[in-house]
């Protein structure tokens, strides 16, 4: 665990917007990081960001231009305020093709992403023949192109067969649909502190199910992992398959976060990892979020405090 401050308090605006704010900034955070010496400050987005602070750190989740650009002008007045983190490497993770075109190009082994194919909206080739020239099969998942947080974003499609593919609105990615078990890892990164859990998914697809004729094409869904175990009708089996599953090593979670950390250049991000059904030893990373729920991991306040204390700490260094 990280030392606490010699005496010395550590600013940290943060901008986050007020759904956020009620589920991150819980009391308990705030409280715990101000007994470490971090002071946890609102942003008023109603005033302008350079005539606030002082701060030595800026933490933010807000996507759009006016944000951006106040941001930038704050950083050129305030040259020594750690922004944590620049919009520019944040970017990446809205869009879902380069959120995980960078992890194919780690090259870590046992680790992949599904295959999947980008359709544009003014794309002239349909559907079907894309997924052919690819060598993508049924079942696919439609996923909306732009992950910028908007309810839309989080608006997916599991297409069970070429019918399904006609009530689609690109832009969109078509992505190889994995069997895992009903069951996804999702690894929280605040700096060097890495945390993983286990989580609720879509249940496996047999080739029967997948073969007999139904009227069901296609199936939408939203947030899946949100829904708690207990508002399953399943919910005692579910409770004990979650249970029963087992976590991926340790020192492969680590190794993936570290260098997805370094590649990514953020400090705050989580990501989706299945364990391919078949072989156990393959990993598959579906999604990558920026400063996504914290306060769902056990014991978010050490581990956010742990990482604020360390930033400090590099602060003070410099
Ligand atoms: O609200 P929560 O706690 O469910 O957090 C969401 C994340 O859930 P997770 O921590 O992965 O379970 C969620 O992750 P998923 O995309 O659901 O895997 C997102 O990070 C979401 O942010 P956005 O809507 O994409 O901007 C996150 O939403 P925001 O709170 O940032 O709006
Ligand atoms: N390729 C896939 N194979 C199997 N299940 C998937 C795949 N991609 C997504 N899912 C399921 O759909 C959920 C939502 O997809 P995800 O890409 O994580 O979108 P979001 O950004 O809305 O969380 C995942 O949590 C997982 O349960
Ligand atoms: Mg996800
Ligand atoms: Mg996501």
Redesign the pocket.
Known sequence: MSESLAGKRFLIGYA??P??IS??MKDSLVIHARERGVDLIPIDLNKPLKEQGPFHCVIH?L?DAEWRKQLEEFSLQNPTTLVIDPANAIDKLQNRVSMLEFVKELKIENLETPLQVFISDDSSESLQDAMTREGLRFPVIAKPLI?????N??QMSLVLNQNGLTKLNPPIVLQEFVNHGGIIF?V?VAGDHVKCVK?KSLTDISEEKLNTSSSENLISFS?I??FAAENQSDGESFAELMEAAEMPPLSFVNEVANRMRDALKLHLF?F?MLRDSRIETRYLVI?V?????????PEFETMLTDFFVDVAHEDAKQ
Not at 147 to 151: L, M, Q, S
Not at 289 to 297: D, I, L, R, S, T
């Open positions: 986050l917007s759904q956020k589920t991150f989740k996507y992950a910028d947080g908007a309810a974003s989080h999702k929280y989580r947030r992992s949100n989580n989706d999604d979020n920026y400063f996504p729920g914290y306060a769902k991991v």
